[in-house]
C-alpha cells in the first residue's frame, strides 16, 4: 500500500517527507471502550482506554518498524456508532485530517437493527458512501470486518442490568446475523477496490477450534479484552504488507 512508501520516506529524511496520517472510524470497539459498569440502577456507562485500542497499537508497531517517521492518529470511533451514522460524520470527524490511510469498522451496532433485508441494505449503502468518499478524498482504505459478539450471558456479568443487553447480543449471535451483514460489506468493500482485513473470520476460527471467544470479551457482550485488541492491529499490520 501507498501508506508503506510515506512511511520510509518520512522514515528516510525527517525535514523533507511529510508525516503520515492514519484515521480510524467505527464503533465501541474503535472507541477504545471495554468494562460495563452501572451509573444507576437501570444505567451503565463504559470504560474508555483509547491507549490500548487497535489503533493505538497499530501505531506502535508501525512506530517500531519505521522508528524515525512520525504517525499522526486520528481515532474517529464512537461508543454506540454505526455505518450509517460515520456516513453522516465523516466530513466533519475524518476529512478535515486529509488521511493518508483509513480503517472501517462498523457491524456490531448495525447488525443489532434487524434481520430484514432492507436493514443489511441501508448497512451495506452506508459504507459505500463511506468508501467513496474516503477513495475521492485520497485516502487509501481497509475495511476491518469486527470481532464475535457474545454467544452465551456469560456468569461474570456482575449486574443484573447488564443481562438484558447480552440476552439481546447471544440471540442475534446464534442466529448468524452479523455473519449475514459482514458477508455482504465484504463483497461491497471489494466492489469498492477497498481492501478487507477479515477479523471476524479470525474470530471463527477460534470458535471453531472450541475457544470461548465470550470469554475473550471484557464487557461479556461485544468489547474484545485489551489483549485482543493486539489481533486486530497484527492483522491490519499484514493487511498493509499484503501485495
Not at 483509547?50 to 481515532?75: D, E, G
Not at 443489532?112 to 487509501?140: C, D, H
Request: hydrophobic share 40%; aromatic share 8%; charged share 20%.
Amino acid at each position: 500500500m501507498k501508506i508503506l512508501e510515506k512511511l520510509n520516506g518520512k522514515n528516510s529524511n525527517l525535514f523533507g517527507a511529510e508525516a503520515a496520517t492514519i484515521a480510524f472510524l467505527g464503533d465501541s470497539v474503535t472507541n477504545g471502550c471495554f468494562e460495563l459498569y452501572l451509573t444507576s440502577e437501570t444505567s451503565f456507562d463504559t470504560v474508555f482506554e483509547r491507549h490500548n485500542a487497535y489503533s493505538a497499537r497499530l501505531v506502535r508497531m508501525l512506530n517500531y518498524l519505521y522508528p524515525r517517521a512520525q504517525i499522526n492518529l486520528v481515532n474517529a470511533g464512537i461508543s454506540g456508532d454505526n455505518a450509517q451514522n460515520g456516513a453522516k460524520r465523516l466530513a466533519r470527524d475524518i476529512l478535515p485530517y486529509h488521511p493518508d490511510l483509513t480503517v472501517v469498522c462498523y457491524g456490531l451496532n448495525d447488525c443489532m437493527a434487524g434481520p430484514e433485508p432492507e436493514k443489511r441494505a441501508a448497512y451495506v449503502s452506508a459504507l459505500r458512501e463511506i468508501f467513496t468518499k474516503l477513495k475521492e478524498s485520497g485516502s487509501e482504505v481497509i475495511f476491518m470486518t469486527p470481532n464475535s459478539m457474545c454467544e452465551y450471558v456469560d456468569c461474570n456479568i456482575p449486574h443484573a442490568a447488564l443481562k438484558a443487553p447480552a440476552e439481546s447480543v447471544a440471540a442475534v449471535s446464534k442466529e448468524g446475523r452479523l455473519a449475514a451483514y459482514l458477508q455482504e460489506a465484504k463483497a461491497a468493500a471489494q466492489e469498492c477496490g477497498v481492501k478487507v482485513c477479515d477479523c471476524f473470520a479470525r474470530w471463527q476460527k477460534l470458535r471453531a477450534a472450541d475457544v470461548d471467544t465470550t470469554a475473550l470479551l471484557s464487557n461479556h457482550i461485544n468489547h474484545p479484552t485489551r489483549e485482543m485488541h493486539d489481533l486486530f492491529a497484527i492483522s491490519l499490520l499484514e493487511t498493509i504488507f499484503e501485495e
